[in-house]
């Protein structure tokens, strides 16, 4: 009779072969998150956020125009609102991608 309920060997090396793909394809899903690349603007395009589906910003642009006159709180929520708008965007991005890569059921703690 089997003890340790049934979990022998066999299921362990397979487990084990299931975790490397799983990191493989972690690994593989972060790369492209990495090279992707996802933009907001805010103002009327006055200020644009470009962030990596990674959540890293890439660049923040404010038109010259934007500074003429403009008092520090409105640019500094336009730069809010454009950042906020850019983090969603690359958070969707990086869920759908996590999720398409592991069938929708990614393992808590990989996101």
């Known amino acids: 009779m089997k003890r340790g309920g049934g979990f022998g060997f066999g299921n362990m090396q397979q487990l084990m072969q299931q975790a490397q793909q799983m990191q493989k394809k972690m690994e593989t899903v972060q790369a492209e998150l990495a090279s992707k690349q996802v933009e907001a603007s ?22 010259p125009e934007a500074l003429d006159g403009a008092d520090a709180e409105m640019l500094s ?16 991005l990086h869920s759908e991608m996590m999720g398409g890569a592991f069938g929708g059921s990614v393992p808590p703690g990989f996101l």
């Open 42 to 63: 805010s103002g009327g395009g006055a200020v644009k956020v470009v962030l990596t589906g990674k959540q890293e910003l890439v660049e923040l642009t404010i038109a």
């Open 77 to 92: 929520d336009m730069v809010k609102a454009a950042f906020t708008e850019a983090l969603k965007k690359s958070k969707d």
